[in-house]
C-alpha cells in the first residue's frame, strides 16, 4: 500500500514543468566517477564555485585518483582543498574514500557498476565523511545508479508547494532522510537518468526561484505551489 503524501500525478507534473523550464540539466560535471565522487565529498557546506576551485587544482597535479590521492601528504592536500573549508576533515574523507575505493573496486568505481545499489549504499555509508546525501549523490551521479539525492533543497520546495502533503507524510513531524525518500522514489519509479534529473532539475529551481525567500514570480511552478498561490491547492493538488 502506497504512502499518505505527494499523488504521483502531481509529482510527475512538478518533472515535467521543471524540464520544460530548465531542460536536462546533463549532471554531474566531472571527467571520471571517481572525480565526481570526489566532488561530492567536496561539496558538504559549501558552493559549488570553491569545489570547482579545489578541482581544478587537484587535476592539475594529476591527483584525482584514488591512489594519487592517498599518497598525497595530508598538509599539501589540505591546502589544497581549501577554498571548500573544513579542509582538514575533509583531507581525511577524500583518504578514506580513496581507499574504500582501492579496497572495494580495486581503485576503478565503475567496477561497483554492476552491483546492487542499496548494498553499495550501506558500503559507502561506513565510509568516515559519508553520510546520506553524499552517499546518494555518488550512487547516482558517479556510478549511474537509480537512487534519488535528498537534501535542503528538496525538502523547502516540497514543504513550500503543499503544507497539506507535506504534514500528511510527516504527521507534522520531521521527516527523515529515508522516510522521504523512500516516498519519493516509491511515487516516481525511473531509471538513473530520471532521478539524475529529477534532483538537478529541484536544485535548479531552488537557486533561481525558491530561494531562502522565494522569488515566486515566473516560478514555473506557481500555479500548483500553496505559497505561489497565496495558500490555496484544491483536493487534486491544483
Ligand atoms: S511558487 Fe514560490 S514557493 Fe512555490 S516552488 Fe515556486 S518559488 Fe518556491
Not at 32 to 47: K, M, R
Not at 154 to 183: C, E, M, V
Not at 210 to 231: F, H, M, N, Y
Request: net charge neutral; with cysteine; proline share 5%.
Amino acid at each position: 500500500m502506497l504512502m499518505k503524501g505527494y499523488p504521483t500525478s502531481y509529482l510527475l507534473e512538478l518533472y515535467v514543468r521543471l524540464l520544460r523550464r530548465y531542460g536536462d540539466p546533463g549532471w554531474w560535471p566531472g571527467d571520471t566517477p571517481f572525480e565526481i565522487a570526489v566532488g561530492a565529498v567536496l561539496t558538504q557546506n559549501t558552493s559549488w564555485s570553491n569545489v570547482e576551485k579545489a578541482v581544478k587544482v587537484l587535476k592539475e597535479r594529476d591527483l584525482l585518483g584514488p591512489r594519487a590521492l592517498l599518497s598525497c601528504p595530508d598538509e599539501v592536500l589540505s591546502d589544497i582543498i581549501h577554498p571548500t573549508g573544513y579542509h582538514n576533515q575533509k583531507t581525511a574523507y577524500l583518504k578514506n574514500l580513496s581507499s574504500w575505493t582501492i579496497e572495494l573496486a580495486g581503485g576503478d568505481i565503475e567496477h561497483l557498476s554492476h552491483r546492487d545499489p542499496w548494498e553499495i549504499r550501506t558500503l559507502l555509508l561506513d565510509v568516515k565523511g559519508i553520510g546520506e546525501e553524499t552517499a546518494d549523490s555518488i550512487l547516482c551521479y558517479s556510478m549511474d545508479m537509480p537512487v534519488l539525492v535528498i537534501d535542503a533543497y528538496t525538502r523547502r520546495f516540497l514543504s513550500r508547494l503543499s503544507p497539506r502533503y507535506w504534514d500528511a507524510l510527516s504527521g507534522k513531524g520531521k521527516i527523515n532522510y529515508t522516510t522521504l525518500q523512500g516516498h519519493l522514489m516509491e511515487r516516481l519509479r525511473g531509471d538513473p537518468g530520471f532521478y539524475n534529473r529529477l534532483h538537478a532539475l529541484i536544485v535548479l529551481l531552488c537557486k533561481e526561484h525558491c530561494l531562502s525567500a522565494p522569488i515566486c514570480k515566473e516560478c514555473p511552478l506557481i500555479d500548483i505551489c500553496a505559497v505561489g498561490s497565496g495558500g490555496y491547492l484544491s483536493e487534486n493538488g491544483k
